[in-house]
């Protein structure tokens, strides 16, 4: 697993049935590297703190694959890596592999394994339709949050490195699964 774009977003408004809500989905790719630290990635605008930031939503991953799943549902907009709202795009990042409290180093830090993404309205802004929200919900394509225990720098290239695996523990396939379950109860 390799980092293959590392992501920042400013604050953006943007008109929603309405009204103006602001936002940091809206995520490029960065030419240098990022600093990950205890609560946030520096420089990335985290809008909302309730759902978004914080220790066990550090970070967030997505798998450089699952664009190609929504290239292909949404072929009119231009998916740049960054806009499902990551700040890390991660080669062969698979969710049914990934497991709850395993943890990474990855460039100068060492994370770990906290939750998938539960998506929100604002998915739909990138997407230009809340439909997508159901769509991400049926697929298996959540992306990973991470807690930084060790703050540092990582950069495009960086690899994902495996240094402890969580036992007794569930991957974020299988917390993502029961969740979906539950939310459509």
């Given at each position: 697993?390799?980092?293959v ?90 969710e ?49 949050y991470?807690k930084v ?37």
């Amino acid at each position: 697993m390799k980092v293959v774009s590392v992501n920042l977003g400013e604050k953006r408004s943007v008109n929603y049935k309405g009204k103006v809500v602001e936002t940091g989905i809206f995520k490029k790719p960065v030419a240098t590297s990022i600093f990950l630290g205890e609560e946030d990635v520096e420089n990335d605008a985290v809008i909302d703190r309730r759902y978004h930031g914080g220790i066990e939503k550090a970070v967030y991953a997505y798998a450089e694959e699952h664009y190609n799943y929504w290239r292909e549902l949404y072929p009119n907009i231009d998916l740049t890596f960054g806009l499902m709202g990551e700040n890390l795009t991660i080669s062969n990042l698979e969710e049914t592999e990934i497991y709850i409290g395993s943890q990474y180093k990855l460039g100068e830090t060492i994370i770990e394994v906290t939750k998938p993404r539960e998506p929100c309205m604002k998915l739909g802004l990138v997407f230009e339709t809340q439909a997508v929200l159901k769509q991400f919900w049926n697929s298996t394509k959540s992306g990973v949050y991470f807690k930084v225990l060790k703050t540092g720098n990582v950069k495009k290239g960086d690899e994902l490195i495996l240094i402890k695996k969580a036992e007794n523990t569930f991957s974020i396939a299988e917390v993502y699964q029961a969740k979906r379950i539950k939310k459509n109860k």
